[in-house]
């Protein structure tokens, strides 16, 4: 599952290669040499038992640079400055006056024991968001801002002394990190000490290395991290597909079509960036593949798959997420649709392809993909339109209430035929349609005639009638 704030939009923060500011561990602090920088080091405290964290962002060599501010946001609150004030606007922190060097330090709370995706509080271990912070400035003798997010685990500032630190989450105090090999793509588990997964460390690495290496998406970064916390961490997970991170709780299962495991996985895989009317597919495409890869690595079999992704019709438009009524119509119409329209495009290309290469195209797209753009994508990897049948389930309540029980899709000359009668009314499809069936009622007609004597046939003509 992805939270909807991080579905609808993340902040981006562009670092130039010669200009990022090079952070160390606690007090470490390096610079590079192509140009001056500030030197930035973060040192990350847990406090006691609640889950709330300290992070101390020291900056140094102020001097060298012009324009030096730094903002806090999310969850996080400024709770010291030492050389810092605030600026006009009040949003940014900025050097005083004649200051070279100073710190800032932000606390996150935890709201004691919650499982609500944001924190999670246990005996001894918290999982946490990380909070965004930013530095910019401006190098004196050079064009143009940079910028940095000190606790962002791109740039190395935090060591995993008192923690496990990644962009969106950290867990923090006593905790056991293992590494499984994908086929290629390093995975970290990371849970808290003395506890295990449910399913065993070696199940879950082999259900994760399956579908690594069946998802053919692209976007199939070198290292992954999974946290998997325990109670009172809610079922289920939460992912980052900007940063490759996510957690599950660990007691999650392998065998069962509803994976979470390979679902928060899926999410990893998920470059793309979706408009408002393709946000359903974020969800579905995960659900769906959830379940798909688990029963072909025989985990599960045909009937429970089947059973998962099948049930009552929902009457959502998936193009209008104000029609989701209970907002789990991605996860059931949604995983449905993608199913069908999977098998479609398998059937209409003799296994050739798949909806893998929509997916694909959708990863490789230049902004946000659109329902159009994606209706676009779907023909070209079909070989061609599939609108009539899409707009029927994607854009309007129509319910699709099985994806395994309607009649398959046809390849070839039947496929076209299926095309047209599902809403592709071009001229080729239809010209093609036309002489299929041309030639089909000539048969009986050239076989009748094949029986009269060519007097009879003649007699026949000149009456307007052939029997």
């Known amino acids: 599952m992805v939270p909807r704030a991080v579905a609808v939009g993340l902040i981006a923060v562009v670092v130039c290669s010669a200009a990022v500011a090079s952070v160390g561990t606690a007090g470490a602090t390096q610079r590079p040499t192509e140009e001056p920088t500030p030197g930035i080091a973060v040192e990350a405290t847990p406090q006691d038992d609640s889950g709330a964290i300290t992070y101390r962002i020291s900056v140094d060599e102020l001097g060298q640079v012009d324009r030096f501010a730094l903002a806090v946001g999310g969850d996080a609150r400024v709770t010291d400055t030492d050389g ?28 004691g024991r919650s499982g609500d995706g ?6 001894g271990w918290a999982l946490t968001r990380v909070p965004y912070a930013v530095a910019r400035w ?44 994908l086929q290629g793509q390093q995975v970290r588990i990371v849970r808290p000490a003395g506890t295990e997964l449910a399913a065993g460390s070696e199940a879950v690495a082999a259900t994760l290395r399956a579908a690594s290496a069946r998802l053919q998406v692209g976007d199939r970064d070198e290292t992954l991290t999974l946290f998997a916390p325990t109670a009172p961490a809610r079922a289920g997970g939460e992912s980052f597909p900007a940063r490759d991170e996510a ?27 979706l408009s408002e009317d393709m946000q359903w597919f974020r969800e579905a495409s995960a659900e769906y593949y959830a379940a798909r890869f688990t029963h072909e690595r025989g985990s599960i079999s045909a009937r429970e798959m ?76 079909a070989g061609h ?26 390849s070839g000359v039947l496929g076209v035929v299926d095309a047209v009668l599902a809403g592709d009314t071009s001229v080729l499809s239809t010209l093609a349609v036309s002489t299929l069936l041309g030639a089909l009622l000539s048969v009986p007609l050239y076989a009748a005639g094949r029986r009269l004597r060519p007097e009879q046939f003649r007699i026949l003509l000149r009456r307007g009638s052939v029997r």
Not at 118 to 123: H, K, Q, W
């Open 247 to 273: 957690w599950v709780r660990a007691d999650s299962r392998v065998n069962s079509p509803n994976n979470v495991w390979v679902h928060e996985y899926v999410h990893t895989r998920q470059s793309f960036r």
């Open 306 to 381: 089947h059973a998962h992704l099948d049930g009552e019709g929902v009457d959502a438009t998936l193009t209008r997420p104000d029609t989701w009524a209970d907002g789990r119509a991605p996860y059931s119409k949604g995983a449905r649709v993608l199913a069908l329209l999977d098998r479609n495009i398998r059937q209409s290309t003799d296994g050739e392809r798949s909806l893998q290469d929509v997916f694909e195209r959708m990863n490789g797209h230049d902004g946000p993909v659109t329902y159009a753009e994606f209706k676009t994508m779907v023909a070209a990897v």
């Open 84 to 111: 810092f004030e605030r600026a006009d606007d009040g949003a940014r922190l900025v050097p005083a006056a004649g200051r070279t060097s100073g710190s800032v330090v932000i606390r996150v709370d935890a709201p």
């Open 385 to 410: 339109s599939m609108d009539g049948w899409l707009d029927r389930y994607v854009a309007t309540g129509s319910t699709i209430a099985s994806a395994y029980h309607p009649e398959p899709a046809r």
């Open 118 to 123: 944001a924190y999670v509080t246990g005996d």
């Open 138 to 181: 401006s190098p004196r003798g050079a064009d143009g801002m940079r910028s940095v997010r000190p606790l962002g685990d791109e740039f190395g500032a935090l060591d995993d002394g008192s923690g496990t630190y990644r962009d969106r989450y950290a867990m923090v105090g006593e905790r056991t990190v293992e590494t499984h090999d």
